[in-house]
C-alpha cells in the first residue's frame, strides 16, 4: 500500500474514527519513545557497572562531541 492510499483510506473513515486512531498512534509512539529512553538508560547503567562510561564536566562533554564531528579546532 502506497503512502497516498494510507491517506485516503484514513480520510474515508469518521471523524471519531480518526481521532482514535490518531490517538492510538500518539500513544504508540509514546511508548516506542519510552522502550527506546529505558533501553538507552539500561545501557548507560551498564556501561557505569562496567567502568567503561565517561565522566567529566559539560565542557568536557562538548569537547568529545565536537572532537567527534571534527570540528573542535574551529572552537577552541
Keep these: 500500500m502506497i503512502f497516498q492510499e494510507i ?5 474515508s473513515l ?3 474514527d480518526q481521532d482514535y486512531l490518531f490517538e ?3 500513544k504508540r509512539r509514546i511508548e516506542s519513545r519510552r522502550s527506546e529512553i529505558l ?3 539500561e545501557e548507560v547503567m551498564q556501561s557505569f557497572k562496567d567502568g567503561t562510561a565517561k565522566r567529566g564536566s559539560v565542557d568536557d562533554l562538548i ?3 565536537l572532537i567527534d564531528i571534527g570540528s573542535y579546532d574551529e572552537v577552541y
Design 24 to 26: 492510538l498512534i500518539r
Design 63 to 65: 569537547a568529545d562531541l
Design 39 to 41: 533501553a538507552n538508560a
Design 7 to 11: 491517506i485516503d483510506s484514513i480520510e
Design 14 to 16: 469518521s471523524i471519531e
